[in-house]
């Protein structure tokens, strides 16, 4: 089943204690993207790969880092948690880096720092 | 900011209406989509409508674009209880080959059908 997979679902943790949030496609899919939902503000763009070591910013990438060594996976890197980061995190996926086509979205991870 | 404006943000509606959802936006894009999400949940893509299009049929959808007024909008015809959930507009911006990769997502409608 073509999928986008993120882990953990749900997060507490404490300010300053580094976490990874893993996303894994299994569609072969170049770009891979990062959001998060915050109520109000609907969804904002992250961080996103339009392929392997090919990575940009989003409108809001303060406080987070990726990485993409491999096609499949896509992991949001956050170094020092702070409680301005408690979110709804979503992973997606598209066949394409141009013409971006339809996404593909992860359940979310929901995170809470403390 | 690219952030475009989502209106109406809440629908309330009864089963059998129509329910329509504008999108407008600043910039110039190269297709707009629109996604459903049912209360905190992944988003599912709905369809998708490239710049010099002006209208996509899929089955109860119905998008329109108009590039002119930067703005679209999403039909859902014969409403059912099951449509309860929220809809947003991604817009795709057209960076003259740069940026293809930064999607803008709008702030999302809120459509309740009730039974």
């Known amino acids: 089943e073509a999928q986008v997979t993120q882990n953990p679902r749900y997060l507490i943790t404490v300010t300053g204690k580094k976490l990874t949030v893993t996303c894994s496609q299994n569609?072969?899919?170049?770009?891979m993207s990062w959001y998060r939902q915050d109520p109000g503000l609907g969804l904002r763009q992250i961080y996103y790969?339009?392929?392997?070591?090919?990575?940009d910013k989003g409108d809001v990438p303060e406080g987070y880092k990726v990485s993409r060594k491999e096609k499949r996976n896509f992991p949001l890197i956050l170094e020092s948690p702070s409680p301005n980061q408690t979110s709804l995190y979503f992973c997606?996926?598209?066949?394409?880096?141009?013409?971006?086509?339809?996404?593909?979205f992860g359940e979310g991870s929901r995170l809470t720092v403390l | 900011s690219q952030q475009g404006e989502e209106d109406p943000q809440a629908l309330s509606i009864q089963e059998g209406e129509n329910a329509t959802m504008n999108c407008s936006y600043k910039?110039?894009?190269?297709?707009l989509q629109w996604y459903r999400q049912n209360s905190g949940r992944g988003l599912v893509h709905l369809i998708l409508?490239?710049?010099?299009?002006r209208e996509k049929h899929s089955g109860r959808l119905r998008v329109t674009l108009d590039t002119s007024k930067k703005s679209s909008s999403l039909l859902i015809t014969a409403s059912r209880a099951a449509d309860t959930a929220s809809y947003f507009c991604?817009?795709?911006?057209?960076?003259?080959?740069?940026?293809?990769?930064?999607?803008?997502f709008g702030q999302g409608t809120i459509l309740t059908v009730h039974p």
């Open positions: 409508i490239r710049s010099n299009e």
């Open positions: 997606a996926s598209s066949r394409t880096g141009s013409r971006t086509g339809e996404l593909f």
């Open positions: 991604v817009r795709l911006a057209n960076a003259g080959g740069t940026s293809y990769g930064k999607l803008t």
């Open positions: 569609m072969n899919h170049e770009y």
């Open positions: 790969s339009m392929n392997v070591e090919v990575t």
């Open positions: 910039t110039s894009i190269n297709n």
